[in-house]
């Protein structure tokens, strides 16, 4: 496991954005694909975007198509969530998750976990 540190979100307006990050540490970090979920209160934590150890493949929900974009900078360890146009039910505590082989969107794929971090969507 590699442990798995997020900065960003908080509070914004409908049709606002923010952006997320996950710091990884240890050398191994550009070997292996990242992922992002999110977690709505009283609801299971779902997928939201995937992006491939060199950062050539991405995969999004349907939902967040075209607003959200995941990229990476191996050279930083970090990993990032774009999220345009957000909207109030992207209200969540997001998590950004590592150590899968490929970009999976089943969260049993992944090893690392971030802490999660709050990002509300007002009206």
């Known amino acids: 496991q590699v442990p798995l540190v997020q900065s960003g979100g908080g509070l914004v307006q409908a049709g606002g954005s923010l952006r997320l990050s996950c710091a990884a540490s240890g050398r191994t970090f550009s070997s292996y694909s990242m992922g992002w979920f999110r977690q709505a209160p009283e609801k299971e934590r779902e997928f939201v975007a995937a992006?491939?150890?060199?950062?050539?493949?991405?995969y999004y929900r349907n939902s967040v198509k075209g607003r959200f974009t995941i990229s990476r900078d191996n050279t930083k360890n970090t990993a990032y969530l774009q999220m345009n146009s957000l909207k109030p039910e992207d209200t969540a505590v997001y998590y950004c998750?590592?150590?899968?082989?490929?970009?999976?969107?089943?969260?049993?794929?992944?090893?690392?976990w971030g802490q999660g971090t709050q990002v509300t969507v007002s009206a």
């Open positions: 992006i491939s150890w060199s950062g050539g493949s991405t």
């Open positions: 998750a590592g150590g899968s082989r490929g970009p999976s969107l089943s969260l049993y794929d992944y090893s690392s």
